[in-house]
DNA sequence: TTGAAATATGAACAAACATTCATATAATAA
DNA sequence: TTATTATATGAATGTTTGTTCATATTTCAA
């Protein structure tokens, strides 16, 4: 008997899940799992301009899916929570099967 | 030390977390958790148009998120499989907080 | 075979969005 | 200050997509 969610509940996970469902965002969140990474390395490692990065990394952190902090010129960025490992992990597994 | 998956796992992924992020979607997706039930009862349920309703479970079933069997001229959904269940399920944590 | 009920489909449209390009801002070093 | 590095931002654009409206298809009963 599972119920639905308050209409509030449901635009929230609408929310979260449009955040999630884009590849360089995708990208993004797999490369800072691990520990921060600074945009110019997240830039290296995902393969995309530095504007888009920059574009997608402040739609994550709008979402709070990511956190930051500032050491000199450089802007570090990091996984928010445990969620977003659980979210990744059981859309992983789904898509390997 | 978590890989990032490959581009076309990513790719999937990306596709998976579209289908799910949409309003009419997700609600559709909990009306039909618990049992099976028709278009009719779908659309009742939702509070869609009829046409937006077909429309959205075509989408949900073109991406394997539901399977359909017939009875008579109506048309019975169910959840495909339980990943889309735990996809929820972490999603509406998260949400909830 | 007509009619009604259930479901699907196609066109049309506005809104949302990912990406690029050019430029701005901030911090530091020389 | 000036130059350089790191990051952010705004405009512009082409594409995707959610929704509506009208209509088609299917199934079965009368």
Redesign the pocket.
């Known amino acids: 008997m599972s119920e639905i969610p308050s209409e509030k509940i449901l635009t929230m996970m609408e929310e979260l899940l449009?955040v999630a469902s884009?590849?360089?965002r995708l990208k993004i969140l797999y490369v800072i799992m691990d520990e921060d990474k600074?945009?110019?390395t997240i830039v290296e490692e995902v393969g995309?301009?530095?504007?888009?990065v920059?574009?997608?990394?402040?739609?994550l952190k709008k979402a709070n899916l990511v956190t930051?902090h500032k050491e000199?010129?450089?802007?570090y960025y990091k996984l928010a929570d445990d969620h977003v490992n659980s979210l990744l992990k059981v859309v992983q597994e789904h898509a390997e099967e």
């Open positions: 449009n884009d590849y360089t600074s945009v110019s995309a301009s530095q504007s888009l920059s574009h997608q990394l402040k739609v930051t000199g010129t450089k802007v």
